[in-house]
């Protein structure tokens, strides 16, 4: 384990300015469960709402970069964070859905 760190996401979307902190390695980590929803409910926590937490001025250029997809890995990324996310897609998808989408959160270049 890496040095422990915070990662900070803030950005504006379809409901305004957003801001929150995430504990865990410098390097970036994949969001435990209830971090993901907390990262979920700071972009949307509107039931309904089919906004998926974008449209607006998006990311501040100093947020963490948060990706949601195996397939946005940045080319920089260090393996073993690539790996967990894919490992992450895989158990959410065998989860039939019941846990948040995973979320890997990256420090800001
Ligand atoms: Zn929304």
New binding site residues.
């Given amino acids: 384990m890496g040095k422990r760190s915070e990662l900070q996401i803030s950005g504006g979307n ?2 305004g300015p957003y801001r929150a902190t995430f504990r865990g390695p410098a390097a970036g980590f994949v969001l435990s469960d209830s971090q993901a929803r907390r990262y979920w409910d700071t972009l ?1 926590g ?1 039931s309904g ?1 089919t ?1 998926g ?1 974008g449209y607006g001025d998006g990311p501040d250029p100093d947020s963490a970069n948060a990706i949601t997809s195996a397939d946005e890995v940045p080319a920089n990324c260090p393996p073993d964070l690539a790996r967990a996310l894919a490992a992450a897609e895989r158990e959410y998808h065998a989860s039939n859905a019941r846990r948040e989408f995973p979320i890997l959160l990256l420090p800001s270049r």
């Fill in positions: 379809f409901h949307c509107l709402c906004c937490g």
